[in-house]
Structures are given as C-alpha cells and as structure tokens.
Nanobody
Framework: HVQLVESGGGSVQAGGSLRLTCTASAHTSCLAWYRQAPEKEREWVGT????????LYSDDVKGRFTISQGSAERRMYLQITGATPEDSAKYYC????????????????WGQGTQVTVS
C-alpha cells in the first residue's frame, strides 16, 4: 500500500509559476500527475518513471509543465510555468507499482489532491 500526499497548490496569476510536490510513502515504479477541473473529467498530465526515463506529458501541458523527481525517488515535482486560467484544477498524484500498470496508466494509488487556481 502506498500513501501519496500532494502539496504546493494555491493561487497564481496568469503567466505565473507554481511548483507542486507529491511525496510517496514507499517505492513505486512511476508517479503521475492528473488534474480535474469542476464539471470536467479527470485528465492525465504526465508521468515520470523512477528508473530515470524521460517524463511523458500530455499535449496540453507539454512545453509549460515540467515533471521531475527528487533526490529521494519517493518525491515528485510538477513545475507549472506560463499558467493559464485553463490550468485551474485540483491536481492529483497517482502511483503505479509495475511497468505494466504504469504503461497502461492503471494507477491503484491516489492522493487527496491540491487545488491550483489561476486568475
């Protein structure tokens, strides 16, 4: 069982930057970010594999968001730059314990989320 805790959410002006953090309680094969805006479906933002493979990003955020891993592999960051109001959402961290579940985005562990508001 893996517990995930997100932090770093808040309010930012359009064009600004924000860094979110996800801390996992145990080793995982990958960590991912999702987001969900009101009345919209949850959408995948990106995934980082703990073995050092380059992160994967959705087309909506590629070039503006950067996912990285802390020196302790149980921590993941999401750097948001050039924020737009469309980035306003609750951001969730998810974890996969195998290459199979990570590749299929079949994440069995989720955090409670952290709110990002862009105005």
């Amino acid at each position: 069982h893996v517990q995930l805790v997100e932090s770093g959410g808040g309010s930012v002006q359009a064009g600004g930057s924000l860094r979110l953090t996800c801390t996992a309680s145990a080793h995982t094969s990958c960590l991912a970010w999702y987001r969900q805006a009101p009345e919209k479906e949850r959408e995948w933002v990106g995934t980082i594999y703990t073995d050092g493979v380059d992160p994967l990003y959705s087309d909506d955020v590629k070039g503006r968001f950067t996912i990285s891993q802390g020196s302790a592999e149980r921590r993941m960051y999401l750097q948001i730059t050039g924020a737009t109001p469309e980035d306003s959402a609750k951001y969730y961290c998810a974890a996969g314990l195998s290459q199979y579940t990570c590749g299929r985005r079949s994440f069995g562990f989720w955090g409670q989320g952290t709110q990002v508001t862009v105005s």
